[in-house]
């Protein structure tokens, strides 16, 4: 089966005429929110002269302001992201006159339980060719080990978070050791500020002190500095050590 490659969030023309030439099949705009976002105007200068059909990342918009988008930018393909049903589909199709794809996430090995009615209004083809391992799953009847699983955030629907990655204050564990100024030997990355972090929805209204695990990352609280959609989080345990590594550096 033929597979096609889609590069999408492109913001600049030379991106654009990068992917093009390559031999991309699709080039993608966002339009559904977040720091990527373009408008009608600019998605058109991105994407116009190119050979690529030209797609556009849609979220909650009416169906009326995708197709003005649709219209305005000159896009060929509409590609939902949100709240997707089969009856979205229809009245975006409907509304546009384009291809329309239907974008679900999964979790946990589960597919929506409307997945058959999706794929059938859809005009993109889904196809599911995988297999399990019953035994890798997690939990105490495992009996194999993967070497790795992926974590991700969608970029469409995440909300924006400010991060405060904390490790220890000084370089060495007796800083004064040695008679000097205790001040001199504070770590330089005893702090490190991450403002235009990515995290699930559900975290923008965490309360002051909630507590949650960042898988592959650590464990983290809410700050008392969290406001209602401009949540800011703590890390309390890194899942690493990385005390070794900056002795490591200090003694170098």
């Keep these: 089966m ?4 889609k590069i999408c969030g492109l913001t600049r023309s030379v991106d654009a005429e990068y992917a093009d030439a390559a031999g991309v099949e699709y080039l993608g705009v966002i339009f559904a929110g977040g720091p ?18 030209k797609a556009g990342v849609f979220a909650d918009q009416t169906e009326e302001i995708i197709a003005s988008v649709v219209e305005l930018a000159g896009l060929d393909v509409v590609q939902l992201h949100g709240h997707v049903d089969a009856e979205r589909v ?23 339980e409307h997945i058959d009615e999706l794929a059938d209004a859809s005009d993109a083809i889904i196809e599911l060719r995988c297999t399990y391992d019953p035994e890798s799953l997690t939990g105490a009847t495992a009996t194999r080990r993967v070497k790795g699983t992926i974590h991700w955030v969608s970029a469409a629907h995440a909300r ?17 050791a ?18 235009d972090a990515k995290v699930e929805p559900a975290l923008a209204s965490a309360e002051p002190g909630a507590r949650f695990q960042f898988e592959r990352l650590g464990y983290f609280c809410a700050d008392p500095d969290s406001r209602t959609g401009t949540p800011v989080f703590n890390r309390t345990v890194t899942l690493k050590d990385s005390w070794a590594r900056i002795q490591g550096r200090a003694s170098s």
Excluded: C
């Design 2 to 5: 033929a597979t096609d490659i």
């Design 90 to 112: 229809e009245r975006v199709r409907a509304a546009t006159g384009r291809e329309v794809w239907a974008v679900v996430r999964t979790s946990d090995g589960a597919l929506p």
């Design 36 to 53: 990527r976002e373009r408008t009608p105007a600019q998605a058109r200068d991105t994407l116009s002269g190119r050979r690529a059909r």
């Design 178 to 195: 040695s008679g000097g100024d205790p001040l001199e030997n504070l770590n330089p990355n005893s702090l490190e500020r991450i403002r």
């Design 160 to 176: 924006d978070a400010e991060v405060r990655l904390y490790d220890r204050l000084f370089l060495s564990e007796d800083p004064g």
